[in-house]
């Protein structure tokens, strides 16, 4: 019996882990005479640069000056009614090089209402776009169950979108069953030129929400708990190594005593 316990909440504890949001942001130099000559991925940020002014190529007028930086940054706050991303990417050059930078952001959670299967409604908060063009290069999308809006530099669509001036909007929404709150970030830079310039995208997305029920109460969702995989595999191979070693102590436990 206890054996089976300890096996249930090794289990459970697997089972309950769920990594939700992912960030991530790559920058990148090109030089057109050599390649890819700075880059650096990370998860929340990233800065690289270049300036070839003491090549001995350039020195000896072989190949044109060419410089350039790029950065890029990401973060993100996830919870099952909200979520916010903030994030840019910015290049800059001068001369025969490109810069390139870009930020992303995801976020997804399997929630679920206590009681059985019922209408209800859901309140959230408007969903507004990144600022005008220019710059350009940023997109957004977040989906609440059967709804979804998509966002990019002016404005979104889709129909968590804001409409007719209000701040609140409320949809009809079907309680006690699953549902996917989810939300994605891309912002993006990529720069080409010969002379100075810089070129940028990116911005914060804001969302939020809330579940009535038919009554007007407030309805609390919570998590189902979806495990990887990988994650699976572990925990299941870990299980396995635990009734084993249950099973080996419990025979040496019954195995007779010989007195001499």
Do not use: W
Not at 56 to 65: F, V
Not at 127 to 140: C, H, K, S, V, Y
Not at 167 to 174: D, E, I, V
Not at 201 to 219: H, R
């Amino acid at each position: 019996m206890r054996t089976c316990s300890l096996i249930s909440f090794f289990l459970l504890i697997c089972f309950a882990a769920q990594a939700t949001v992912v960030t991530s942001t790559t920058c990148t130099i090109v030089a057109f005479a050599y390649g890819t000559v700075a880059t650096q991925t990370n998860p929340t940020s990233c800065s690289v640069s270049y300036d070839n002014s003491n090549d001995p190529q350039y020195l000896n007028g072989t190949i044109g000056p060419a410089s350039g930086t790029a950065d890029a940054a990401m973060s993100a706050t996830f919870s099952a009614t909200s979520l916010s991303f903030t994030g840019h990417a910015r290049g800059f050059v001068t001369g025969a090089a490109r810069a390139e930078a870009s930020a992303d952001g995801t976020a997804s959670l399997l929630l679920d209402t206590p009681g059985p299967v019922r209408p209800g409604f859901i309140t959230f908060t408007e969903l507004r776009g990144f600022a005008a063009p220019p710059p350009t290069g940023e997109q957004a999308q977040v989906n609440v169950g059967p709804y979804s809006s998509g966002c990019f530099a002016g404005g979104c669509n889709g129909d968590l979108a804001p409409r007719s001036g209000l701040t609140y909007f409320t949809l009809p929404f079907t309680l006690g069953e699953e549902y996917l709150f989810s939300g994605a970030f891309h912002a993006q830079a990529g720069v080409n030129s010969s002379t100075s310039i810089e070129f940028g995208g990116g911005g914060t997305i804001d969302f939020s929400y809330f579940l009535t029920d038919a009554d007007g109460n407030v309805v609390e969702p919570f998590e189902v708990a979806v495990p990887e995989p990988t994650s699976v595999i572990l925990c299941g191979l870990g299980a396995c190594l635990l009734a084993l070693f249950a099973k080996r102590t419990n025979r040496s436990i019954r195995a007779p005593v010989t007195i001499l």
